[in-house]
C-alpha cells in the first residue's frame, strides 16, 4: 500500500486548489484521486466560468480575493496565462439588496458603482421601463474554467502531487492513527490526512464508509450556449438579473445563458432536462425582451452543492481526527477557489 502525508478525494476546484497550496509547502507526499478519467468532468469544469464579487458572505468575498490577484497576476507556475478576460458584471436586483452588496463591498474596498438608467444606455437589451439602478463591478469577468482548474493541478502535479485519475473511492477506513481509502479494483493508499472534496458525492461517500456527514443540499442547473444574436456582446459586462434569477454573458460561439433552475438532484451525472430550454426561452421573452440572441447550439447540466445552512463548509470535522471537509462551495466555488484553498491548507498544515 502506498503512504501519503494527505489523500485528497476530488480535483475539482475545491480539492485541485488545496493541493496547489498544500504542495507548496516542501517534502508533503500528497495523492489527488479523481473517479473520472480526465479533469473538469463535474462542477469546476462545466460551470458557467463568471468570477463574481457581488457577495453577501464577506469570508466567501475575502476567498474571491485571492483568485482575483493570481487571475489577473498569473503565477509563473500557471501554464496557461491567458485565462481571465475582465469583462465586468451588472447586477439587477431590489434596491434594498442591491445596497446590502455595495455596503460589503465597500468594506472589502472593491470597486463597484450603482449605475442609473442613464448610465446604461449603451447597453441595448434594457427596455424603457428598466430604471435600474444596476450594480457594476468593472473588475469581475469571465474565467476559462478548464485552464484554470488544469493549471492548479499540472502546477501541483510539478511539485509533490501524484494526481490518479480512475480512481473511484469505494470506502474510507481508519487504521491504526492512519487514513485508509480503497478503489474500485481493491487498490489502496493511506495517509495521515484525508480531504473529501468530493462536491456533490461528499456527503454520500462519507455516509457509505459509516462516518457522520453534515447535511449538503444537491441541485441540478442547466446551461446553454447560444449562436449570436444580431448584437455582438463583445466587451459588455455579464449580466445577472439576481431576483429572476437569470443570467447571461458572451462566449466564442455566441452568448452563454442561463434560467437559474434549481432542482433537487442525487449525486449522479445530471442529464439534460429538454424542458427548460422552453423556460428559459419564456423566462428570456418576459424579462430581458431586447435580448437577441440565436438559435441553442450547446446544453448541459451539472450540480451545485451547498453546506449547512447554505454554506461552504471548509473545516475539521468535529467527529473524527485529521478528515478535512472542502465542500458545499455552491455557485461560487470557482470564484472562491484560490482563498478557500488556501485557507484549507494553513488550516491542514498546522497539523502536520
Ligand atoms: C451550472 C453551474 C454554473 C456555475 N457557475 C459558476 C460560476 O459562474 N462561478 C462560480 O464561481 N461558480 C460557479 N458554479 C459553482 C462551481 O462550479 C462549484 O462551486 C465548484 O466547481 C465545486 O467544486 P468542487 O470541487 O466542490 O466539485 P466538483 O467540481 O464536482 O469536483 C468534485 C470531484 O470529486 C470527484 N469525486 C466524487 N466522488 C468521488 C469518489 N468516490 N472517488 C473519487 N473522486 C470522486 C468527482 O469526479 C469530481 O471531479 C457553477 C455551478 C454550476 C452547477
Known amino acids: 500500500m502506498s503512504s501519503f502525508d494527505i489523500l485528497i478525494i476530488g480535483s475539482g476546484f475545491a480539492g ?52 482575483y490577484h493570481h487571475l489577473k497576476n498569473p503565477p509563473a507556475d500557471w501554464k496557461e496565462k491567458s485565462i481571465y478576460q475582465a469583462s465586468g458584471s451588472l447586477f439587477k436586483d431590489q434596491i434594498q439588496n442591491l445596497k446590502k452588496y455595495s455596503q460589503i463591498l465597500s468594506q472589502a474596498q472593491i470597486p463597484h458603482q450603482l449605475l442609473n438608467a442613464k448610465e446604461i444606455q449603451d447597453f441595448f437589451w434594457k427596455t424603457e421601463k428598466d430604471q435600474g439602478p444596476w450594480l457594476f463591478l468593472p473588475q469581475d469577468g469571465i474565467v476559462q474554467t478548464r485552464a484554470y482548474l488544469n493549471n492548479l493541478v499540472q502546477a501541483s502535479q510539478s511539485r509533490s502531487v501524484q494526481l490518479k485519475l480512475t480512481w473511484q473511492v469505494k470506502s474510507i477506513k481508519r487504521h491504526q492513527n492512519l487514513w485508509q481509502i480503497k478503489n474500485q479494483t481493491d487498490q489502496s493508499l493511506e495517509g495521515k490526512i484525508l480531504i473529501n472534496a468530493a462536491g456533490a458525492w461528499a456527503g454520500q461517500l462519507a455516509q457509505a464508509s459509516q462516518l457522520q456527514a453534515p447535511p449538503f443540499s444537491i441541485y441540478r442547473r442547466h446551461l446553454f450556449i447560444s449562436a449570436q444574436g444580431k448584437k455582438s456582446l463583445k466587451d459588455l459586462p455579464y449580466y445577472w438579473d439576481l431576483e429572476k434569477n437569470l443570467y447571461f454573458r458572451q462566449d466564442p460561439q455566441g452568448l452563454l445563458l442561463c434560467t437559474g433552475d434549481e432542482e433537487a438532484h442525487p449525486p449522479e451525472k445530471a442529464k439534460v432536462e429538454e424542458g427548460i430550454w422552453s423556460a428559459l426561452q419564456k423566462n428570456f421573452a418576459q424579462y430581458l425582451p431586447k435580448l437577441d440572441y440565436g438559435k441553442r447550439l450547446q446544453a448541459w447540466a451539472c450540480l451545485r452543492t451547498k453546506g449547512p445552512q447554505g454554506k461552504m463548509l471548509v473545516d475539521w470535522d468535529s467527529q473524527v481526527p485529521n478528515f478535512f471537509w472542502i465542500a458545499g462551495l455552491g455557485g461560487h466555488g470557482l470564484s472562491a477557489s484560490l482563498g478557500l484553498g488556501k485557507f484549507a491548507s494553513q488550516k491542514i498544515l498546522t497539523k502536520l
Open 16 to 67: 485541485a486548489s488545496a493541493a496547489y497550496y498544500l504542495s507548496q509547502k516542501p517534502g508533503l507526499k500528497i495523492a489527488l484521486v479523481d473517479q473520472e478519467n480526465q479533469l473538469g468532468q463535474h462542477a469546476s469544469g462545466l460551470n458557467a466560468g463568471l468570477f463574481r464579487q457581488a457577495l453577501l458572505d464577506p469570508q466567501v468575498l475575502d476567498w474571491t480575493q485571492e483568485s
